[in-house]
Nanobody, 126 residues
């Protein structure tokens, strides 16, 4: 099972990026999927989660209104549209698939995930 994240890069404050995460080896269409991020010297933190049908979403409070998570189950992919980027958004962004039986209500906890992408670096300059 592989989760391949892409789309990171260097952008100026106020810019936008769209991250993609392509899954292979198994289908995640029946699972919620999540983005986390980890800045240098900090713990991995929750960014956003999307339910299996793409309807239900949840975001970190500090990111609401700027980031949008979406998915395409036919392509076995999940996306993160990031707008109005700030220097504090600089981090490695990871997509993650939950362990079997993991609850939506624990979706913000990294320990609930067995499948991780390799990460894609987002750098926002001031």
């Amino acid at each position: 099972v592989q989760l391949q994240a892409s789309g990171g890069g260097f952008v100026q404050t106020g810019g936008s990026l769209r991250l993609s995460c392509a899954a292979s080896g198994r289908s995640f269409r029946n699972s919620h999927m999540t983005w986390f991020r980890q800045a240098a010297g900090k713990e991995r933190e929750f960014v956003a989660v999307i339910g299996s049908n793409g309807v239900h979403t949840k975001y970190a409070d500090s990111l609401k209104g700027r980031f949008t998570i979406s998915r395409n189950n036919d392509d076995n992919a999940v996306y993160l549209q990031m707008n109005s980027l700030k220097p504090e958004d600089t981090a490695v962004y990871y997509c993650a698939g939950p362990r079997y039986g993991s609850s939506w209500y624990r979706a913000e906890l990294p320990v609930e995930y067995d499948y991780w992408g390799q990460g894609t670096l987002v750098t926002v300059s001031s």
